[in-house]
């Protein structure tokens, strides 16, 4: 799917040629093992290097230029995946085939060269207003979460079973970590990112392949760099299995936690992807039919497989009266699941949809970068092919196996401080 070599140790270069877009798409990925400090420092650190740079020390000039290189869209931004943190940097810009002057895509590439390596300094760091202006974001960033009740209950319940664990630290890390960031500290992790980072480089687009792959080995001038240790994170367990918060609001907000010894990459990770997908991943699955629609019992219900933390959740919005039915309910369907109690319908629409999904995805450009980034750790090459006929392989004994591995972490209910009711009595 890609081509890939390495231009310096720890910094890879991956170039697909293709013509299916008329756009070429760029994106640099630094990573580093997930902490708190260096979520909430790489999350600060990703909005100053987004509005501003040496060349163009305003947010209005960077804007005006990316618009007079025919509209090109360039923005960092910060995330994490498994035990790693990434701040990447996503570019599409117009493909010079198309143009009547040939450089604009050369004139892109000085433009990254700019924003990686001559950052809006003062005094050799960051400048101070810049820094605090781009803290209040992140924070208010953070804050937000807690006026999103399902984004918040799905915080909660994972702080509660994965505390101090890559599964619970949010990329942005937290206030008082983010509060705690100065212009020097946040220069000194610029520094490390530039210098320490593993990196990987894609570029997507009807390019020539050797000229681009030259032009970005000289604009992208990074040294060789040591693989990062991960530090020991904890997988300590919580001392009960149900936790009921209460707070201003109506609806209730049931979720749970299952964890499963299957992860990202196991021989088992389709057939997994699968059990979600008729447990609760579509609006087929046994939760949305029964617990939503049989028993009107919710206003959503669904599951998600994280699976590079081997968790499993269930969400959903319920009255607080309907709590215990609701568990009731859900716990059902995962023992219909472990008795093989699964429809041709709900298995071969599950696999479908996990087909048409992939598909979609590889429909644009930034899709095909990602899949590409996430799939090629497996250590082949990536293929539709390959993955669907996996799926097709999966039968209904291999969902009851994965079903039986579930195993309950915990409940936590979000509900109103009146009429909330304790699903243990």
């Known amino acids: ?175 008082e970590e983010v509060k705690n960031i100065t212009p020097e500290s946040l220069t000194k992790a610029y520094h490390s990112m530039i210098n320490d980072d593993k990196i990987d480089i894609y570029v997507l687009g009807d390019v020539d392949v050797d000229a681009i792959q030259q032009k970005l080995v000289n604009a992208l001038t990074f040294k060789d760099r040591e693989s990062i240790p991960y530090p020991e994170y904890e997988e300590s367990k919580p001392e009960k299995d149900y936790f009921n918060e209460k707070q201003d609001m109506n609806q209730g907000k049931l979720h749970i936690g299952y964890s499963t010894p299957i992860k990202f990459g196991d021989e088992d990770y389709p057939k997994m992807q699968i059990f979600n997908g008729v447990f609760g991943g579509y609006a087929h699955s046994k939760l949305f039919m029964n617990v939503r629609e049989r028993e009107s019992l919710a206003y959503y219900a669904s599951s998600s497989y994280s699976s590079h933390y081997g968790l499993v959740y269930v969400v959903s919005g319920i009255e607080p009266s309907n709590e215990k039915k609701a568990i009731d309910v859900i716990n059902e369907q995962l023992e219909e699941m472990k008795n093989g109690n699964i429809s041709d319908l709900e298995l071969n629409q599950t696999k479908a949809m996990l087909g048409s999904q992939l598909r979609e995805a590889l429909d644009s450009a930034r899709g095909q970068i990602d899949i590409y980034d996430q799939y090629k750790d497996l250590g082949e090459e990536f293929s539709i092919d390959k993955w669907r006929e996996r799926w097709k392989k999966v039968t209904k004994e291999d969902l009851q196996e994965m079903a039986s591995q579930l195993k309950l972490e915990a409940v936590y209910f979000l509900s109103g401080k009146e009429g909330a009711q304790d699903a243990n009595n």
Do not use: C
């Open 1 to 175: 799917m890609f081509s890939t070599i390495e231009i310096a140790k720890g910094v890879s270069l991956h170039i697909r040629q293709s013509t299916q877009f008329k756009t070429v798409n760029l994106s640099i990925k630094w990573r580093k093992p997930l902490t708190v400090k260096d979520a909430a420092e790489r999350s600060v650190l990703s909005n100053v290097m987004q509005h501003s740079n040496g060349k163009f020390k305003k947010s209005a000039e960077f804007r005006s230029y990316l618009d007079d290189l025919y509209g090109t869209v360039m923005y960092f931004d910060a995330s994490k995946r498994a035990n790693d943190h990434t701040v990447v940097l996503n570019v599409e810009t117009v493909n010079d085939q198309y143009l009547a002057e040939n450089k604009v895509l050369d004139d892109v590439i000085d433009l990254i060269q700019t924003a990686i390596f001559n950052p809006n300094f003062e005094n050799d760091q960051f400048i101070s207003t810049i820094v605090e202006r781009e803290k209040e974001m992140v924070i208010q960033r953070i804050q937000s979460i807690f006026d999103d009740k399902t984004r918040y209950a799905h915080q909660r319940l994972t702080q509660l079973i994965r505390p101090n664990h890559p599964a619970s630290i949010s990329a942005n890390g937290t206030i």
